[in-house]
């Protein structure tokens, strides 16, 4: 057996340290005088110091040293904490990346910009600071809050929204409305209330204080209010001793720094995921091309056993037969299995946004707040990846155009502090991710003007809201006008949505001027696997995405005949383009008497496509073309049937796209 | 937007400390002087929040707060009530009734304040 390379070892544990200490940082920057969270950062630096130099990366391990030290005075209440002293290690922290990756660059310069900065930030706060620190910081408690108000709480005036703000500075805060109670529709008094709150609260204040915020309601409402854990003195007296710097082996020191972390309250406030720390050490860790690895594995099982299905359906064998629905059985459910391993929680996905908007918020000279809810959504590991860049840029124009400054938010009368608001639910087989914000929104008039400059729009075009905000996705939707140095990352709006298509997902906006924006992504949950409309054309079959098809309808020779030349079908009186499937693969076969026309849609938009015969619905399980059809617009990928033979996957955006655009020549002439 | 309150009691001298403290906070006051003239002034304007005693003549604060909750405009108005430390059967009268909070005297302004804005929100 052979062992994994050590420094490729060192390298991701080092990425992990960093996204510890950079998570680290964030909470002390929103709570300076978290003690819990000095130690964490100083344990990070403490053991990537350790292991830096146990593995060769000198320079990372003597850089790190500097930041270690002044963790260590912060630690010891010597130096308080401050911002400068975040944002210096912070900028440090990003050096130290640099530092793991090309250890043989020429950093020495910025090593010493970095220091300096750090030394300026060290003495800066030793002196106004220290009578600050002089007090103990008092212990948090992680609070479990459960409460649902009296159903006639807001009839009688009663806001359930303040309330929640009262508890928000209380200390730090994630509450999670359970709408499960919602009654339908016909059965709702709009007055009354029928949502309850789970909220996870780490506070320094006892637990008056929470009582204290529904004093009004609390004979007539549930309240239940448990203290999770208390960080005792004696356990922050034992995590301090093993954390002490010692130069005992690299090892031992992590075990300690492992075990140490997982009992803070803060982990399980910032990571849902972790509210079962204990757990952890039954976690496997495994590489992710081995899971791609072993999905094929199921997928090529699949399709054996589809094959299997087919002999065993056409065979009067009855032990067979069995045999067959038991693999049928078998390989399903371990199809399901693959799927639920591959799901991640978008957590980590979300965690990277915490850095980026108070970046954000520090260039733009904003005050944002972000919050984060259902970050133990869990979404297909690749759906995640392509996911971030998407998601990196619409949160940067929120923070960066959606928001207000500060004092145009003071003049229009909203909190100084512009809020953006990044949720993950699950809804029917996709992950609907949305990005909010209180700030400005959309400008119409804008959208319109630039639309109708750039030739997007005929000038007065009659649009819905939704169709004109659709418009920013358009390539030709120029943003010259916007770019700062936020934004000129070269991704454009139209690249998001190019992306959220390739994932099968769909973009909806909404927008109220003056309240601001919200942007939802619905995506698919998984894209190994698909359901599909298998169909035949001329020889060949293919596969239509069946979450893209609307109805199939029966074209008749005589309807095909009389259409000719003019690709349109009346659908309840609206002209619906179609494409001849068999003209546009050029089969050369006759059409089949009895031609079916599968009607598939993006969006708003409509196409009909005109197959030879409908075989059914098929479980898709999707192959990448090859490196030479990369270019073949009109497939997404293929995928192997029951009987071995290979279907092509018809690619619906593109299609969509086609037919539309023979709409519109068809129009235009007339 | 500046918050408008009513205050109703029949009290000049606890009418003007109420209007004070508010005013102070930022809010926009209205008086009134006992239920009826609240009444009055709830059919002639929108308030965000109304701050009543419980003890007037003409019409008391229980019987104005249970008539406002009918007025379909002033559904879900908040209703803060003044009352003593000893009623507490009154308090759980004007709850039942449809009062929002209490706020017990003598009270300070600045404690009328911080109750307003804990139940308007910011």
Known sequence: ?670 | MTASILTVDDSASIRLTTRVALSNAGYQVTEAVDGMDGIAKLNAGQFDLIVTDLNMPNMDGLTMIRELRKMPAHMGVPVIFLTTESDSDLKQQAKAAGATGWLTKPFDPESLAKIVRKVLGK
């Open chain 1, 1 to 670: 057996m052979s062992f994994p390379d050590p420094i490729a070892v060192f390298r991701t544990e080092a990425a992990e340290l960093l996204e510890q200490i950079e998570a680290g940082l964030l909470d002390l920057n929103v709570n300076l005088g978290d003690k819990d969270q000095v130690d964490a950062v100083f344990r990070g630096l403490h053991t990537l110091k350790g292991s830096g130099a146990m593995f060769g990366f000198d320079a990372l391990a003597a850089f790190t040293h500097h930041c270690e030290t002044a963790f260590d005075r912060v630690r010891k209440g010597e130096v308080p904490a401050t911002q400068e002293l975040v944002t210096a290690v912070l900028e440090a922290k990003d050096h130290m990346r640099a530092l793991i990756e090309t250890p043989a660059g020429d950093h020495e310069a910025a090593s010493e910009v970095l220091l300096a900065n750090l030394r300026a930030a060290v003495e800066g706060a030793k002196n106004p600071g220290a009578a600050q620190t002089a007090g103990t910081v008092p212990a948090k408690t992680l609070f479990k809050i459960r409460f649902s108000l009296p159903q006639n709480a807001m009839a009688n005036g009663t806001n359930p929204l303040p309330l929640l703000d009262e508890l928000r500075e209380l200390g730090e805060c994630k509450i999670v409305a359970d709408r499960s109670a919602i009654p339908s529709l016909d059965l709702l008094t709009p007055t009354d209330l029928h949502i309850s709150w789970d909220v996870e609260l780490l506070t320094a204040q006892p637990r008056s204080a929470i009582e204290d915020v529904f004093i009004f309601v609390m004979d007539e409402m549930q309240l239940d209010i448990t203290a999770v854990e208390a960080t005792a003195p004696a356990a922050r007296a034992s995590v301090k001793s093993e954390a002490a710097p010692s130069p005992q082996p690299v090892a031992a020191t992590q075990d300690m720094a492992a075990a140490a972390r997982a009992p803070t309250p803060a982990s399980a406030l910032t990571a849902p995921a972790d509210t079962k720390p204990n757990k952890a050490s039954e976690n496997v860790r495994v590489p992710a091309e081995k899971l791609d690895e072993l999905m094929d594995r199921v997928g090529e099982l699949v399709i054996a056993q589809s094959r299997l299905s087919q002999l065993a359906g056409g065979s009067g064998d009855l032990q067979l037969r069995a045999v067959s629905e038991d693999v049928e059985r078998l390989s399903g459910e371990l199809r399901d299995t693959m799927m639920v391993l591959r799901m991640v929680p978008v957590a980590h996905l979300f965690s990277r946004f915490r850095r980026l908007v108070h970046d954000l918020a520090h260039e733009t000279g904003k005050t944002i707040e972000l919050i984060t809810e259902g970050e133990s959504t869990e979404v297909d590991k690749s759906v995640i990846e392509r996911l971030a860049d998407p998601l990196v840029h619409l949160v940067r124009n929120s923070c960066d155009h959606g928001l207000e400054t500060p004092e145009e938010r003071r003049a229009a009368g909203k909190p100084e502090a512009g809020r953006i608001l990044l949720s993950a639910r699950q809804q029917a087989g996709e992950v609907i991710i949305t990005i909010k914000d209180d700030g400005r929104g959309i400008n119409k008039d804008r959208v319109r003007a630039k639309a109708e400059a750039s030739g997007l729009i005929p000038s007065g075009a009659s649009l819905t809201d939704n169709e004109l905000y659709q418009l920013i996705f358009q390539p030709g939707f120029s943003t010259a006008q916007q770019v700062t140095n936020l934004s000129g990352r070269g991704v454009g709006m139209d690249v998001v949505k190019r992306t959220i298509d390739a994932l099968r997902g769909t973009i909806n906006v909404a927008s109220h001027p003056g309240q601001g924006s919200e942007i939802s992504l619905a995506i698919p949950l998984t894209l190994a696997i698909i359901d599909g409309l298998l169909v035949r054309v001329g020889a060949g079959r293919y596969v239509i995405p069946l979450s893209a098809v609307e109805e199939c309808l029966e074209l008749s020779i005589e309807e095909d005949m009389r259409s000719r030349g003019r690709s349109f079908i009346s659908l309840r009186d609206s002209l619906v383009p179609f494409l001849r499937l068999r003209d546009l693969f050029r089969t050369g076969t006759k059409p089949d008497p009895f031609q079916k026309v599968v009607v598939i849609s993006t969006g708003a938009e409509r196409v009909g496509l005109v197959v030879d015969q409908i075989i059914g619905d098929h479980q898709t399980v999707i192959k990448a073309m090859s490196k030479l059809h990369h270019d073949v617009a009109t497939f997404s990928g293929a995928t192997i049937l029951g009987d071995g033979d290979v279907a092509l996957i018809l690619d619906v955006g593109h299609l969509v796209a086609e037919g539309q655009q023979q709409e519109a020549h068809l129009r235009a002439a007339g």
